[in-house]
């Protein structure tokens, strides 16, 4: 699909048919929020104050965990401006949210609505996107990475899921800080220190043991279930020129209640498309979207989007392919060939084009190989 379109080209053509109330703020998404910041509280309480066996406290943590990444889904809501539209009461909800997550409003505004939603897969402008073979050439830390035999580097890659969000906020953090104005600066290092601060101090007071599962777990936990969804997102998808939430997108399929403990966050082409709408309304949206543009609509389920990252390269080659470096083996992206259900590869070598050996060299000098 070349023919690519920004979102607001398909939004016009959608929205007609939308009900008015769909662009309404839909405050009741609190009381799910209220629910998540209750079960929070009871479990580190419990695990803080009684002397639990292990394996109890061990489920706590992860009851923690799937409420700190359901508290994530809905911050990520707040922040668009979905559940109020007041500035303030909107960051203030939007801190509480991500406080497990300890992330800022401010830099999430920045970083997410600002930026990834606004640059969406573009090579350069999306801090979320991944490399391309040019920039891999030009980094050696990537290109040592890259020399890693890739069932090893999967293997690490989806391990790192587990501390990746925390892990990409804190690079955020360094990558915008400068683009803040100076008063707005000591803003947002608050309310990154913030959240972190009282971490902490949670750790003093009940010490390593109590702390490990009222925080360190819940948080790994958190991150794995979020990164498992962002990494579904765009990474199966080329990278683009135009902003096309068809092309630059994957919505994921989940149990419906999974679907409702999450916001509906599986829902994500629906949400690039109308990004200051509540997800309560995306499966609207979707229908809408299957019936106009059934061919260019990316959806799977969860568990096989996940396995396509496991046997796929992150690296992008010539923008709509991936490419595993070390072997010259290119994928194709969705929309662009790549079948999750059979996942294959073509060998660089094959290619009879002018370029192919100049293309050849490039994939080399990335992965280190020139000398060899």
């Known amino acids: 699909m ?10 016009a053509k959608i929205a007609p048919h939308l009900p008015k109330k769909a662009f309404q703020p839909v405050k009741s998404r609190l009381f799910g929020g209220l629910a998540y910041v209750g079960l929070v509280i009871a479990g580190i309480l ?71 939603h606004v640059h969406t897969q573009h090579e350069e402008k999306d801090p979320d996107a991944w490399p391309s073979m040019e920039k891999l050439a030009k980094s050696r830390l990537l290109s040592w990475v890259y020399r890693i035999p890739f069932p090893i580097r999967a293997f690490f890659a989806f391990s790192s899921l587990s501390v990746m969000f925390t892990l990409h906020s804190v690079r955020m953090l360094f990558y915008f800080f400068h683009d803040f104005r100076r008063k707005n600066r000591a803003i947002v290092l608050f309310q990154f220190f913030l959240p972190w601060a009282s ?88 229908t ?38 070390k072997q010259g083996h290119v994928y194709g992206t969705l929309g662009n060939g790549l079948n999750p259900d059979r996942i294959v590869h073509r060998e660089l070598e094959t290619e009879k084009q002018p370029r192919a050996a100049k293309k050849r060299a490039k994939a080399k000098k990335a992965a280190g190989q020139e000398n060899l």
């Open 288 to 325: 809408h979207i299957k019936r106009m543009w059934p061919d260019r609509y990316h959806e799977m389920p969860m568990g096989k989007a996940l396995a396509a990252l496991w046997k796929t390269p992150r690296v992008y080659y010539e923008l709509n392919e991936l490419i595993e470096p």
């Open 46 to 116: 419990a695990v803080s104050l009684f002397h639990l066996h292990p394996v109890w406290n061990l489920l706590i943590s992860v009851v923690l965990g799937f409420s700190f990444a359901a508290l994530g889904f809905l911050g990520h809501e707040i922040l668009h401006g979905t559940v109020v539209r007041t500035p303030w009461l909107r960051d203030l909800l939007g801190a509480i949210a991500f406080w497990p997550l300890c992330t800022g409003p401010k830099l999430w505004r920045k970083w997410h609505n600002a930026s990834h």
């Open 199 to 286: 971490w902490l101090g949670l750790l003093w007071l009940v010490g390593w043991e109590k702390w490990l599962f009222a925080f360190l777990l819940p948080l790994l936990v958190a991150n794995t279930i979020v990164m498992s969804y962002i990494s579904t997102n765009h990474r199966l998808n080329p990278l683009v020129s135009v902003n096309d939430p068809l092309a630059n997108s994957l919505s994921v399929t989940v149990p419906k209640w999974i679907d409702v403990l999450h916001f509906n966050f599986s829902y994500h082409t629906e949400h690039h498309l109308f990004p200051a709408m509540s997800s309560k309304y995306y499966p609207l949206v979707k």
């Open 2 to 11: 070349n023919d690519f379109h920004p979102f607001g080209w398909y939004a």
